[in-house]
C-alpha cells in the first residue's frame, strides 16, 4: 500500500510559478507521476520520475515549463511549474505505479486526492 498526500496547488496568474509536492508513505520503491484533470476533460498525463534512475518524461504541452524531481530520501516527489498558462487549470493528482511510461501506467496503482491549481489571465 501506498498513501500519497499532494500540496502546493493555488491560484496565480498566467506567467507566475507554483511548486506542487506529494509525500509517499508505505512501499515508495516506484515510478511517481503528475496527471492533472481539467472540468470536463479526462485526465491526462503530466509528468513522470523513474525510481531507478530518475529519468523524467513530460507531456509536450508543459515540455520546458514543468520540471519534476524527487528526493527519494524524503519519499517525495515535486513538480514545478512555471509560465503558467490558463490552460494549466486542472486538479493535479500525485500517482505512485511499478512502472509510468510516457504517460502509460502499468501495475497496481496509487493517487493522491488532488490539488487545484487555477490560472487567472
Known amino acids: 500500500q501506498v498513501q500519497l498526500v499532494e500540496s502546493g496547488g493555488g491560484l496565480v496568474q498566467a506567467g507566475g510559478s507554483l511548486r506542487l509536492s506529494c509525500v509517499a508513505s508505505?512501499?515508495?520503491?516506484?515510478?511517481m507521476g503528475w496527471f492533472r484533470q481539467a472540468p470536463g476533460k479526462e485526465r491526462q498525463f503530466v509528468a513522470a520520475?523513474?525510481?531507478?534512475?530518475?529519468?523524467?518524461y513530460y507531456a509536450d504541452s508543459v515540455k520546458g515549463r514543468f520540471t519534476i524531481s524527487r528526493d527519494n530520501a524524503k519519499d517525495t516527489v515535486y513538480l514545478q511549474m512555471n509560465s503558467l498558462k490558463p490552460e494549466d487549470t486542472a486538479v493535479y493528482y500525485c500517482?505512485?505505479?511499478?512502472?509510468?511510461?510516457?504517460?502509460?501506467?502499468?501495475?497496481?496503482?496509487?493517487w493522491g486526492q488532488g490539488t487545484q491549481v487555477t490560472v487567472s489571465s
Open positions: 500517482l505512485a505505479a511499478p512502472t509510468i511510461n510516457r504517460g502509460k501506467i502499468y501495475g497496481v496503482n496509487y
Open positions: 520520475c523513474t525510481w531507478s534512475d530518475s529519468s523524467t
Open positions: 508505505g512501499r515508495t520503491l516506484y515510478d
